[in-house]
């Protein structure tokens, strides 16, 4: 994956997110399916591995480099959850969002091509730079579809 394609996900999720400022506050709330999260909680989970990216992986990525492990993905889900519906509103969240995608674009545009190459590890898995961000794309398209399926039901 090259770094254009990168940066064209990043700013087609921006505007992604900046369109769902138009679902209203019950749907943007309600479990999308019966125990499972909602909207709101699916949009700050990925804000919040987004963040923790741009804090603690992403400016320690060098070439052979040992990161400590990600943290229990249940309590950091929990707690994005938990920002979703109690701390921040719709509009707030989503702005969020588009400022950490800037943040990410900015970094993609730093690291050059061979950079995209180096490898790393987090805790126990091995990625190259641009491993990783293949990963978070996949699963930037995975909750992406979950909430498309969502919103055009309604």
């Given at each position: 994956?090259?770094?254009?394609?990168?940066?064209?996900?990043?700013?087609?999720?921006?505007?992604?997110?900046?369109?769902?400022?138009?679902?209203?506050?019950?749907?943007?709330?309600?479990?999308?399916?019966?125990?499972k999260w909602s909207i709101a909680a699916?949009?700050?989970?990925?804000?919040?591995?987004?963040?923790?990216?741009?804090?603690?992986?992403?400016?320690?990525?060098?070439?052979?480099?040992?990161?400590?492990?990600?943290?229990?993905?249940?309590?950091?889900?929990?707690?994005?959850?938990?920002?979703?519906?109690?701390?921040?509103?719709?509009?707030?969240?989503?702005?969020?969002?588009?400022?950490?995608?800037?943040?990410?674009?900015?970094?993609?545009?730093?690291?050059?091509?061979?950079?995209?190459?180096?490898?790393?590890?987090?805790?126990?898995?091995?990625?190259?730079?641009?491993?990783?961000?293949?990963?978070?794309?996949?699963?930037?398209?995975?909750?992406?579809?979950q909430i498309e399926e969502v919103v055009?039901?309604?």
């Open positions: 994956m090259k770094k254009e394609q990168i940066i064209d996900h990043h700013e087609s999720f921006k505007l992604w997110l900046n369109e769902l400022k138009k679902i209203n506050d019950k749907e943007w709330f309600q479990p999308m399916e019966e125990s699916n949009v700050s989970h990925m804000i919040k591995w987004d963040q923790y990216s741009l804090g603690e992986i992403l400016p320690k990525v060098s070439e052979g480099a040992q990161l400590s492990p990600f943290p229990d993905f249940q309590r950091f889900n929990g707690e994005a959850a938990e920002y979703a519906h109690d701390v921040v509103n719709k509009e707030a969240l989503i702005e969020e969002g588009i400022k950490t995608r800037e943040s990410i674009i900015a970094y993609v545009n730093s690291v050059s091509d061979d950079d995209l190459q180096h490898s790393f590890s987090v805790g126990d898995q091995s990625f190259t730079l641009e491993e990783f961000f293949e990963d978070f794309i996949g699963h930037d398209k995975h909750h992406q579809e055009s039901a309604e």
